[in-house]
């Protein structure tokens, strides 16, 4: 047997998620393998349109076909979405940090805001201008 690799398409991969009932297909698809009909009966849409869903993830290869008898049962096929998790990274990586620095921020002006209170809890300092009322 020869060794097969396969190369998916990011773009195709992206397009077929931008539908939110096809990510609700690959989210029930994740709890095992499901015929197509009880794929349908899970959503307030005709089976045709379902179908239609169904070939499009097909052909990102999100989805995976297997036919037994008359009936089609689908399962899902996670190895296009490595493209989606690497292009993800960069953006947790980013919000990582950039949550880091903002802890790091408020956590020294509450250190410098707890260092010039008052003794009493509760209280702010406030600075005032001296009033002499007579």
Known sequence: MRNQT???SS???F????????RAVLDLLRKGRQPAGQIAQAFPISRPAISKHLR??????????HREGRNRFYHLNPEPLRAVD????????FWSTSL????AFVESEYAKETVSAPAL???RSVKRKNRNVE
Do not use: F, I, M
Not at 15 to 22: E, G, M, N, V, Y
Not at 56 to 65: D, S, T
Not at 86 to 93: D, F, I, M, P, V
Not at 100 to 103: E, G, H, Y
């Open 6 to 8: 396969v190369t998916y």
């Open 11 to 13: 773009e195709a991969t």
């Open 15 to 22: 397009s077929a998620l931008a539908d939110p009932t096809r």
């Open 56 to 65: 499009l993830l097909r052909r990102a290869h999100l989805v995976n076909e």
């Open 86 to 93: 690497s292009w993800l990274e960069q953006y947790r990586t």
């Open 100 to 103: 880091a620095n903002l802890k």
């Open 121 to 123: 809890p509760g209280h």
